[in-house]
């Protein structure tokens, strides 16, 4: 496919400056690819490797729609769960007594639970049920339903009940459900060792969460140490295994086009108009941010869809530095894949980074 010269010369000024050491970059619409382009490095530490077509990125929150809000949307479908299903009814041990107890699967996939956006889950507990105990046991930031407050543990909660209806590990249940009938071996949950050197890395070590844990870092004596390469950046996602409904999903480029597309015109898995509107439709009118099932819609203001993109416009980002935005009104799926934490984390600002990427890609 042919590059986009404006998007590859955008690109190459962040590479330039450090932003993130190399990217991926695709546009399309609902039938044939526009523009792709591949620049700068996939790994700089321990050794230097170039971006491609074919990297493997980490796609970080990417997971949330394009696994587990996609997984409860099919679950549904089969019947094995409502979407209004109090959590309670599908996740033993969530058994709190307080306001809490009215949180709704459909609560969490719209980050309204009122649970804390993260914790260092790791530190406290070693397995999934004392993992529940404790985000039990933590205050909550907001009322139920009162805001939308954006939360990992919220979907760590959601991947474990989906677990338990589906009657299967959530990679199994991505692979059967939703890779495998799309042809989509680039889309996954722990890649294979053999792939590693096809995998874009991340941060060395875990030094953000430690700074994000505190004084609690101190505590736990099983950081990672090396570069994170070819395992889930997320260490609440590794410490579960790699498998997550919050993180633990990688995947190239065109793999996150040929699922995206399944958002913009169903062809294999999603059922009906009544399912589609689901990813589509503002479920928090009056809140803070405009959310739909698993996806954030671009009348959220200063979001990464930017002025180029159509209010309509649906997406999600992930903190690894990777961006998927579908405009349903254009029918252009825009794919912009980074491992902006690699060889370490810093503050940049990504989501502008988004907004210029898409002001130059809605011209093509």
Known sequence: MPPAPRVEELLRSHIASGTFPGAVYLIADPDRILAEGALGMAVV?????????????????????????????????????????RLADHLPGWDAADERSAITLLDL???????????????????????????????????????????????????????????????????????????????????????????????????????LAGE??????EWRTGVIWGEVHDHNAHTLGGVAGHAGLFGTARAVHALAREFLMPRAL???????????????????????????????????AGSALAGASFGHVGTTGTSLWIDPEA????VLLTNRVHPRFQEIDMNAVRRAFHEVAATI
């Not at 493997?56 to 099919?74: Q, R, W």
């Not at 139920?144 to 543990?153: I, N, Q």
């Open 216 to 221: 609690e870092a101190s505590r736990y004596n």
């Open 109 to 211: 996939l719209l980050h309204r639970s009122g649970l804390p956006a993260w914790d260092p889950l790791y530190i406290h507990a070693a397995d999934r049920e004392t993992r529940i105990a404790r985000i039990n046991r933590l205050p909550l930031a907001r009322p139920p339903g009162s805001e939308v407050v954006y939360s990992d543990l919220g979907y760590i909660l959601l991947g474990f009940a989906l677990e338990r209806a589906g009657g299967a590990p959530l990679d199994r249940q991505f692979a059967e459900r939703v890779a495998r009938p799309l042809g989509l071996a680039a889309l996954q949950y722990r890649p294979a060792a053999s792939l590693k050197r096809r995998i874009a890395a991340t941060e060395k070590g875990n030094r953000r969460e430690m700074d």
């Open 270 to 304: 999603i059922d009906g108009k009544d399912d589609l509107d689901l990813f589509r439709t503002d479920r928090t009118p009056g809140l803070s941010q405009a959310r739909a099932v698993g996806f954030q819609l671009a009348t959220t203001p200063g979001c990464s």
């Open 331 to 334: 029918r252009r799926i825009h």
């Open 45 to 85: 530490d321990p050794e230097r490797i170039p971006a491609g077509p074919e990297t493997i990125y980490d796609l970080a929150s990417l997971t949330k729609p394009l696994s587990c809000a996609l997984l409860a949307v099919l679950q549904r479908a089969e019947g094995r769960l409502r979407l209004e299903d």
